[in-house]
């Protein structure tokens, strides 16, 4: 009994850290977003910029026009598919129980290449609708697709997570292939413009694009926070969520409905970026732990930080030229990725 106070004030000193981490990283992002807004050939003051996106009538129409049009859509769709990726991530590596396990594994971003190819290659063009609209559904459409066969076989052999694993590795190599057959039919302009595609970049970046995925992740990201629970259980397996009353086949397919809404939207305007949903959990977890209540907040704060400073990067790398985020992303993703093999022998969860 008398354990308790101290249990007590232990319990509440680590939910006031978990806390602090999560302002910290919402104010690094803020901060991020700015440097982003701020950096470019124009040079513009942190004075003039903040004026420009907090009182436009008090800079001069050229320099409202670079902020607003160019500058911010570009800033804010990097830190919004970063988070989206980033919480995809989480849940993708809880419901898997993999900690190699990210939202690409399924095959969502070669299947969204696929669906941008189709519509780049071969022309599609409807009347009253934008060439980067059709070319962004026919992704978010193919993308969708994979994620229903990758349930169907799954629900076919009954499998677990390493079931959904390999089907996923599968619809990454098929789409690929599909891709590669859509570059060697493509004429020469067709080609540049699927290539630039799927290298991922930001600079397609729109208002009504960054609309369309904020609102989205604004929906989805309550459903996350309600499963918190359930997927804190499940990290200490399935016959233990269960025995604790969690409907673990519905808590997953809930889960991977979520993912693959997110992903497919972030590669649908973007394009492919990699190792995202793979670095941001992982930065999260070693940040607040393994309760999702601040773990999932964290690990789309962490995806929305990172894309947030490799978009900076990639506008700053080559003077005068804005290198595909993708690219970036990849460059720090692979280091990365090396370490979670090669740590995973010393109990790398």
């Not at 900690?99 to 189709?118: D, I, Q, R, V, Y």
């Not at 979520?258 to 973007?270: E, G, K, N, Q, W």
């Amino acid at each position: 009994m008398t354990h308790y106070p101290t249990i007590a004030r232990t319990y509440q000193t680590a939910l006031r850290h978990r806390s602090l981490v999560l302002a910290g990283l919402l104010g690094a992002l803020a901060l991020s977003v700015l440097l982003d807004c701020a950096v470019g050939p124009a040079e513009l003051s942190p004075t003039t910029m903040l004026r420009a996106v907090f009182a436009p009538a008090g800079v001069d129409e050229q320099t409202s026009l670079i902020v607003w049009q160019i500058r911010l859509p570009y800033a804010l769709m990097a830190a919004c598919v970063g988070a989206a990726l980033g919480l995809a991530g989480a849940e993708m590596q809880t419901i898997l129980a993999n900690p190699l396990a990210s939202p690409f594994t399924l095959g969502l971003s070669a299947a969204g290449a696929f669906g941008a190819s189709l519509a780049i290659v071969l022309g599609w063009h409807v009347a009253h609708v934008p060439d980067m609209w059709l070319t962004a559904g026919s992704a978010f459409v193919c993308a969708a697709l994979s994620v229903w066969i990758l349930d169907m076989l799954v629900r076919l052999r009954q499998g677990g997570t390493g079931t959904v694993i390999l089907c996923g590795v599968a619809l990454v190599f098929s789409f690929q292939a599909l891709v590669a057959l859509m570059q060697f039919v493509a004429n020469e302009d067709a080609l540049q413009n699927l290539v630039f595609w799927t290298l991922g970049s930001l600079t397609r970046a729109t208002w009504g694009a960054l609309g369309l995925l904020a609102g989205a992740l604004a929906c989805i990201l309550p459903f996350s926070l309600r499963a918190a629970w359930p997927l804190t259980t499940l990290r200490m397996g399935e016959d233990r969520a269960a025995s604790l009353g969690v409907d673990v086949p519905r808590l997953r397919r809930a889960a991977l409905l979520r993912i693959s809404l997110l992903c497919a939207l972030a590669v649908a305007f973007v394009g492919v970026i990699g190792f995202i949903g793979l670095v941001a959990p992982h930065i999260a977890r070693r940040l607040v732990g393994e309760d999702h209540r601040f773990y999932l907040p964290a690990s789309l704060l962490s995806g929305a930080f990172i894309l947030s400073l490799a978009a900076l990067v990639a506008r700053v790398l080559v003077p005068g030229v804005v290198v595909p985020t993708g690219i970036v992303t990849a460059l720090v993703g692979i280091p990365f990725f090396l370490v979670i093999v090669l740590r995973r022998g010393e109990g790398l969860p």
